[in-house]
């Protein structure tokens, strides 16, 4: 049954649309609308969330072990940690970068993964020169005073690369896990505005790294080509595929271990002699070993006591009947 309206319900309703509030309310009313998140179609995504996941979880890693390396080798509390991880096309990384600031180029010991594409570092100033100056004896602290678009000297850009390299050789450790690379520095690149390191339309992943000191801080990015990161990630998922394979094979290595010869030790007791006793041995005579016949022996394998069992024959071949089992499989 429709509701009724009162005369004070029809009143309001019509001075309401008399004075324009009416429309107001109806929109109040309306839900709000959805919003979605665009999709750009023109460059589609070629790593999925969980391959992102993979990349997180090995640099968190890296942080861990290269944080005391910092430390060590600046003297000095550096905390570093994943700022982001993102997956982007190669000109938004390079419009970023200024006439003056200094890449770092590295590569990987595996050529068949790495195609022609680097892998790119680069290093705020701020915190590079607080660096500097604390493996030069200093304090690091910044200077104010320092020209926007300062260049680094030969002998900065020698210590830029020693920094640099140092960092790579601890970064294949974080990836020990999925699979063995070993990562080191190629050459650095003063002006890498004039230089196409990376076609500009393709997909790059950054890995950005928040490293803090007492006075300074910075980012340090890595670009990590695209091409590389797949051709990683299929390797990773072969040697996965390559371990199911193997244990749906547990049977059959089984049964070829079945086959194996393995040496058992029966031992009868243990006693102790004299040198001089052992000296004058003679055929027949007895070493009293102070125990029973009906005392067990024991079985060992790899100089490990696995069973105890009685001695007996079978087919008119001395045996061992196995009593208590020492270890389980």
């Known amino acids: 049954m429709a509701e009724v309206l009162s005369q004070s319900q029809i009143d309001a309703l019509l001075a309401a649309a008399q004075s324009g509030n009416l429309d ?21 995504r070629k790593f999925s969330k969980d391959r992102l996941k993979i990349l997180s979880s090995i640099y968190e890693n890296y942080t861990r072990v290269i944080n005391s390396r910092l430390n ?20 938004e990384f390079s419009n970023a970068l200024r006439e003056g600031d200094v890449l770092a ?7 068949e993964l790495q195609e022609e594409s680097p892998i790119l ?33 030969d002998l900065e850009l020698n210590m830029y690369a020693d920094i640099i390299s140092d960092m ?3 970064l294949g450790r974080s990836w020990e896990n999925y699979i063995s690379l070993n990562f080191s520095y190629v050459r650095t690149e003063t002006n890498p505005t004039l230089v196409q390191l990376i076609g500009y339309d393709d997909t790059v992943v950054i890995v950005g790294l928040d490293i803090r000191f007492p006075n300074s801080s910075g980012r340090l990015s890595m670009c990590l080509p695209g091409e590389m990161l797949t051709n990683i990630f299929t390797e990773i998922s072969k040697d996965s595929a390559h371990r199911s394979r193997g244990e749906d094979k547990a049977d059959e290595i089984f049964d070829s271990l079945r086959d194996s010869d393995l040496e058992i030790i029966a031992e009868l007791a243990r006693t102790k002699l004299q040198l001089s006793d052992i000296y004058h041995l003679n055929v027949g005579d007895v070493v009293d070993i102070k125990q029973s016949k009906d005392a067990p022996i024991f079985l060992n394998i790899s100089g490990r006591r696995w069973f105890d069992g009685r001695m007996g024959i079978y087919n008119k071949q001395m045996a061992v009947k196995i009593g208590e089992t020492y270890i389980k499989a």
């Open 24 to 44: 107001e309310g109806a929109k109040k009313e309306e839900s709000p609308e959805k919003k979605y998140k665009k999709y750009d179609f023109y460059s589609p």
């Open 121 to 153: 570092i680069h290093l705020a100033m701020p915190v590079l020169l607080t660096m500097m100056d604390r493996m030069m004896g200093g304090e690091g602290e910044p200077d104010d005073g320092l020209d926007a678009d300062y260049k680094l000297t």
């Open 72 to 91: 060590a080798m600046f003297h000095s509390t550096c905390e570093i940690e994943v700022e982001s991880i993102e997956e982007l096309r190669y000109y």
């Open 105 to 111: 180029l590295a590569k990987i010991d595996r050529e």
């Open 168 to 170: 790579m050789n601890f």
